[in-house]
């Protein structure tokens, strides 16, 4: 980076430092013991107000839809419109569009597929994979953009996710192992019978942990990551107004991190079903 | 002090040292990725896919003390 | 603190986006979509190949051309070293024979110059005879000299 971009970067942190200070300044010498806990969930959780720009009325979205709801439709809409629209038959001179679409499909069988599944299984596989990849990497990326949340940072929607992994954990493997082999695929050869149920049970219990903790670690990792860049922001409320200064800068940075990991997640996510779905389909030792 | 305040210190120590513990093992992961990749670096990528899964088991644990601790303190 | 509250409405809403997402992606965008990688990639692939192709033959023409480059070089210089030496061949035998031809001429000439000096001479024994035939008639004075004095006169000049 050349030094007159750091130099227009900076400015520009600076000057919405000074401007967030200014905003700020007032509300906070107002109110004397603010809600910090509940200024940062609010922006968080779900609700069923969306607030388009500062200081003008928020608009309240009919019953039934909620923010994060809103989100999910808007992230269908946005792949399904993209890729349908840049995406030809018989395209063979790609524009700079269509590449960055492909990229993306490339990247999940190139990384992800295709060296756990192999390639003939992973054909089958790979548009499963790939809508899971791009429906995460947008619900992540899409709370970034203000006004807007982020669907993955409610455990319900990431359990959903993991409920959807989860079955098809199940289904992957009794239609590739077969019902009984599937759970005799789970006990330990060369064991004891005791011992081998046992065992058997804790593999059992293992894949719904895991599926579990791959929930949990989306969640955890959008939520807490969302509200870092809130926090800082917040300590403005807090502390005092010029801690924008120090604060701003902070929460760009965090922002930009927040960036990769959503699209990390989102691969991790898509790594590890993928891993799941092949482990419990394949014969133990393979 | 009152007792879910004493609570509340309680859980955000143990979300602490949970995450500690956390951070311990992928450090270990990374460090002997990195070494593995630097003694093979045609094995790449398959290191990293291993890297990347066994940092998310870590990672998991680390998130069930700090989902806990959460429970804690926001109850 | 609903951080962890369930929100069954918000797993059916997750399920149901996902499917249609999926629904859509998998029928109608991903046939294309490969196809198009797929053809993208045999087309690539063969017009690699075609100019790895293009770029042999080239590099033939390319030998084929030196070679025959170097062919005709070497035949040209051939045909001028043997221009030059039939050149040199024949100016020497021109030489040779316009040095033989100049002798010639030059013996030839001399041999006239002694024939005619000959003839000369003779003319002039003749003539000297005669003259002294002509002189001592007048000397003796009318009198006839014969003819076989005259042969005899002639012998005489010619032992002179």
């Known amino acids: 980076m050349n030094l007159k971009r750091l130099y227009l970067l900076f400015l520009i942190v600076i000057l919405s430092s000074l401007t967030v200070s200014a905003v700020f300044s007032e509300e906070a010498s ?137 079955l098809l954990t199940f289904i992957a493997g009794f239609k590739g192992l077969g019902f009984v082999h599937f759970f005799k695929n789970l006990f330990p050869e060369g064991t004891p019978l005791g011992i081998g149920i046992f065992v058997m049970l804790l593999e059992l219990l293992s894949l719904f942990t895991k599926s579990m903790v791959l929930s949990l670690r989306l969640f955890a990792n959008m939520f807490a990551g969302h509200l870092a860049i809130l926090s800082f922001l917040v300590l403005i409320f807090v502390i005092t107004p010029f801690f924008g200064f120090i604060s701003v800068p902070f929460s760009v940075f965090t922002y930009t991190l927040e960036v990769l990991v959503g699209l990390l997640q989102a691969f991790v996510f898509t790594l590890l079903s993928c891993i799941f779905i092949m482990m419990a389909s394949t014969p133990e030792g393979e | 002090m009152d007792l879910s305040m004493m609570a509340r210190a309680i859980a955000v120590i143990g979300a602490g040292i949970g995450i500690a513990g956390g951070s311990i093992g992928i450090g270990i992961i990374g460090a002997k990725a990195l070494d593995a990749i630097a003694r093979q670096p045609s094995e790449k990528k398959d290191i990293r896919t291993n890297m990347i899964l066994m940092a998310a088991l870590i990672e998991g644990l680390a998130f069930f003390g700090a989902i806990i601790a959460l429970l804690v303190v926001f109850k | 603190m609903d951080l962890f509250t369930l929100d069954p409405g918000l797993v059916i809403w997750t399920w149901i986006s ?66 030059r030496s039939d050149a040199e061949e024949l100016k020497k035998r021109l030489l040779e024979k316009a040095e033989k031809e100049a002798e010639e001429v030059l013996v030839q000439a001399r041999r006239k110059a002694e024939a005619e000096r000959e003839a000369l001479l003779r003319a002039l024994q003749d003539d000297l005879a005669d003259f002294v035939c002509d002189a001592s008639e007048k000397v003796i004075g009318s009198v006839f000299i014969t003819e076989k004095e005259r042969e005899f006169t002639r012998e005489l000049v010619k032992e002179l």
């Open chain 1, 30 to 166: 107002t109110s004397e013991s603010p809600d910090v806990s509940g200024t940062l969930f609010e922006h968080v959780l779900d609700g069923n107000t969306l607030e388009l720009f500062p200081f003008v009325p928020e608009i309240t979205l009919p019953h039934g839809i909620t923010m994060h709801r809103l989100m999910l439709v808007l992230s269908v809409l946005l792949i399904t419109g993209f890729y349908s629209a840049w995406i030809k038959r018989g395209d063979l001179k790609p524009k700079t569009r269509t590449i960055l679409l492909e990229s993306l499909v490339i990247f999940v069988r190139d990384d992800i597929v295709y060296p756990i599944m192999g390639e003939e299984r992973g054909a089958k596989w790979l548009p499963f994979f790939t809508t899971m990849f791009l429906f995460l990497s947008v619900l992540n990326l899409l709370g970034l953009i203000p006004a807007l949340k982020t669907a993955t940072g409610n455990i319900n929607v990431t359990t959903a996710m993991a409920i959807v992994v989860l």
């Open chain 3, 18 to 83: 996902f499917g249609i997402l999926f629904f859509i992606l998998w029928k109608f965008v991903f046939p294309p979509l490969m196809e198009n990688l797929k053809n993208r990639e045999k087309t690539i692939a063969k017009s690699i190949d075609d100019a790895a192709a293009i770029e042999r033959r080239l590099e033939e023409i390319e030998a084929e051309r030196g070679e025959l480059l170097k062919k005709t070089n070497s035949e040209a210089d051939e045909m001028l070293l043997q221009t």
